[in-house]
């Protein structure tokens, strides 16, 4: 179990004289220490699996087990190799000393206890483990930043460049005659080509952002009553020019009266990503939709569409944060991948999980539960 959070230091203690149990614990508990003592070996591993402490106090001589051998089983476990031990003993000679530092003690204190000798020893052990953690922490931290920041620039100096570069390229085609705005093609091909373009670097803009801020939790969760069958034709409004283009035909199933509790802001865009790659990944004439299904806790939505379908090996890279796995669409969109890493960590943070069903040549089905909409919500 993982170290709780305290304000009071927590002590372990294993002697076999029980006066000398409750005479540690007088003294720890008057300098605001919590502790827990016991003479048998096996309740003392217990204790340890049920909270690991800050520091072990262990005595040296007891009956069934020397106190030396006991701390070389506590250093076999991993997750409590970094507590210190002071080792309680009432004489102190060269060899104890150097048995008690070989076997991963970091101090001594003599029987009959001085109480300040005791205290000031404890607290000095106790700090320097919880500084060690907190500069452990703190460099963890540190490097998810670097490494999301590492990401950032892979994104930004590839992804978004790659359709900033396409319309730069395009207008100065225009600018130069080499696209004439006269044509009749003009219109239906490079106006759309630049609004899709440009969309698409919009929406790696916003997916971008609200992934570092997911993150690095800088983002909000607010959850509210949320209609589905809105926001789904929200989303096809917002997606028309790739599913007109396309020509296919986007169906809304969920019924009126479907409410989830989750953020707005999140499921619009868990919903824009995943709709936006169906369209992607469905061929001309094709058909997305989008159907809902109820339980008494949940709403599950699900889009399905009749597309490339996915590689089975492809989906557990798809949902993996830590992949950047992308693929061109059915009429060479690009991607970058990083919608549905976001999609994923949207529907986490609201409470449910994204999965895939999907078999190649016949389609894909993307889907993910929420919570229902209750009035006790």
Request: charged share 30%; net charge negative.
């Amino acid at each position: 179990m993982e170290h709780q959070v305290t304000e009071k230091p927590y002590i372990l203690a294993v002697d076999d004289e029980q006066l000398n149990l409750e005479l540690l614990q007088f003294i720890l508990e008057r300098n605001q220490y919590e502790i827990k003592g016991t003479s048998d070996d096996d309740y003392f591993f217990e204790l340890l699996a049920e909270r690991k402490p800050d520091l072990i106090l262990l005595d040296v001589i007891m009956p069934r087990i020397e106190g030396f051998e006991l701390c070389e089983k506590i250093k076999e476990h991993k997750e409590y190799k970094d507590i210190p031990i002071i080792f309680l003993t009432g004489k102190v000679n060269v060899q104890d000393k150097i048995k008690g530092f070989e076997v991963g003690g970091v101090d001594y204190v003599t029987k009959p206890f001085n109480e300040q000798e005791l205290v000031a020893r404890i607290h000095t052990h106790v700090a320097l483990v919880r500084a060690k953690n907190q500069i452990e922490e703190q460099a963890l931290n540190l490097k998810q930043s670097n490494d999301l920041k590492d990401r950032m620039f892979s994104i930004i100096g590839h992804d978004l460049r790659s359709p900033l570069s396409a319309a730069k390229l395009k207008m100065d085609f225009i600018m130069r005659g080499i696209i004439d705005p006269k044509d009749d093609k003009f219109l239906d091909e490079t106006v759309y080509d630049l609004l899709n373009t440009m969309d698409e670097a919009l929406n790696l803009l916003q997916n971008l952002l609200g992934w570092a801020k997911s993150e690095s939790d800088q983002i909000q969760m607010i959850p509210e009553k949320l209609d589905i069958n809105d926001l789904v034709q929200q989303t096809f409004r917002l997606l028309q020019l790739g599913s007109d283009h396309k020509k296919i035909v986007m169906e809304n199933n969920v019924p009126e009266g479907v409410f989830a509790f989750a953020d707005n802001n999140m499921i619009k865009t868990v919903l824009r990503n995943i709709v936006s790659n169906a369209i992607k990944f469905t061929p001309l004439e094709g058909r997305i939709k989008i159907n809902s299904k109820l339980s008494k806790e949940t709403v599950v939505i699900e889009i399905e569409d009749n597309g490339n379908g996915i590689p089975k090996e492809d989906i557990k890279k798809i949902l993996n944060p830590n992949e950047h796995f992308s693929k061109l669409g059915t009429e060479k969109e690009p991607g970058t991948g990083l919608g549905l890493i976001l999609c994923q960590n949207f529907v986490i943070k609201n409470g449910g999980s994204l999965k895939i069903r999907s078999e190649v040549g016949k389609g894909s089905t993307f889907y993910f539960d929420l919570p229902i909409y209750s009035e006790e919500s």
